[in-house]
């Protein structure tokens, strides 16, 4: 199926989240959504478990998340009835952490491409592969990192997928006023070691 990316964003450019939601489903092409399960996820997940539980959602587990995280995925996952469909890597965190020496930092450019590559880009190169979707429902937003504000709330990535972003020009206050009106669980503490700080890519909205 054929998309005019500018035709369509023109469209979606004043839509409510749930109306660009829907606008994707309406598509009738095979979808995934993804998820961190990181301090808002929530927000994405209700949002289009509320149009439709069947969309499968994929998490990419890398093994170094905190409790936290693991407490409210749980929780989203029974309260939401989500289609879940988990990835990992196939080393486990404490043989790499004693191959690696831990878990590299971004100032060791290359071993740290490579943890990310083993532990995130991996598995989920495996979900695509899986999946096969043709449309992916993301949560990224454009003030998030410099790479995404040049993207739109739907653009192609390059292995060919429609992504579509229902969240994109939301703001960190949209997102709490969200998560505070449905009475969404929050995970306070939550830190994803291939991205480290906040503004950089981990590389699934990067990579080919």
């Given at each position: 199926?054929?998309?005019?990316?500018?035709?369509?964003?023109?469209?979606?450019?004043?839509?409510?989240?749930?109306?660009?939601?829907?606008?994707?489903?309406?598509?009738?092409?095979?979808?995934?959504?993804?998820?961190?399960?990181?301090?808002?996820?929530?927000?994405?997940?209700?949002?289009?478990?509320?149009?439709?539980?069947?969309?499968?959602?994929?998490?990419?587990?890398?093994?170094?998340?905190?409790?936290?995280?693991?407490?409210?995925?749980?929780?989203?996952?029974?309260?939401?009835?989500?289609?879940?469909?988990?990835?990992?890597?196939?080393?486990?965190?404490?043989?790499?952490?004693?191959?690696?020496?831990?878990?590299?930092?971004?100032?060791?450019?290359?071993?740290?491409?490579?943890?990310?590559?083993?532990?995130?880009?991996?598995?989920?190169?495996?979900?695509?592969?899986?999946?096969?979707?043709?449309?992916?429902l993301t949560g990224i937003r454009r003030e998030e990192t410099e790479h995404r504000q040049g993207l739109d709330i739907v653009s192609r990535d390059a292995r060919g997928i429609v992504?579509?972003?229902p969240i994109f020009n939301w703001t960190e206050q949209d997102l709490d006023d969200y998560m505070e009106q449905h009475q969404l669980?929050?995970?306070?503490?939550?830190?994803?070691?291939?991205?480290?700080?906040?503004?950089?890519?981990?590389?699934?909205?990067?990579?080919?």
């Amino acid at each position: 199926m054929t998309i005019d990316l500018d035709s369509v964003n023109l469209q979606l450019r004043d839509a409510s989240a749930d109306t660009i939601v829907r606008w994707a489903l309406e598509q009738d092409l095979p979808t995934m959504a993804t998820t961190s399960f990181g301090r808002n996820a929530a927000v994405m997940l209700h949002l289009v478990s509320r149009v439709d539980t069947r969309v499968p959602t994929v998490w990419v587990d890398t093994g170094y998340n905190l409790r936290d995280t693991y407490i409210v995925a749980e929780r989203l996952i029974n309260d939401l009835q989500l289609n879940m469909h988990i990835y990992g890597p196939e080393m486990t965190s404490e043989r790499r952490n004693a191959i690696m020496g831990g878990v590299p930092t971004i100032e060791d450019e290359e071993l740290h491409q490579e943890f990310t590559r083993q532990v995130k880009l991996e598995p989920f190169a495996k979900a695509i592969a899986d999946l096969q979707p043709e449309l992916w429902l993301t949560g990224i937003r454009r003030e998030e990192t410099e790479h995404r504000q040049g993207l739109d709330i739907v653009s192609r990535d390059a292995r060919g997928i429609v992504k579509v972003a229902p969240i994109f020009n939301w703001t960190e206050q949209d997102l709490d006023d969200y998560m505070e009106q449905h009475q969404l669980p929050t995970c306070r503490h939550y830190f994803d070691p291939t991205k480290v700080h906040d503004g950089r890519e981990c590389g699934l909205h990067t990579a080919a």
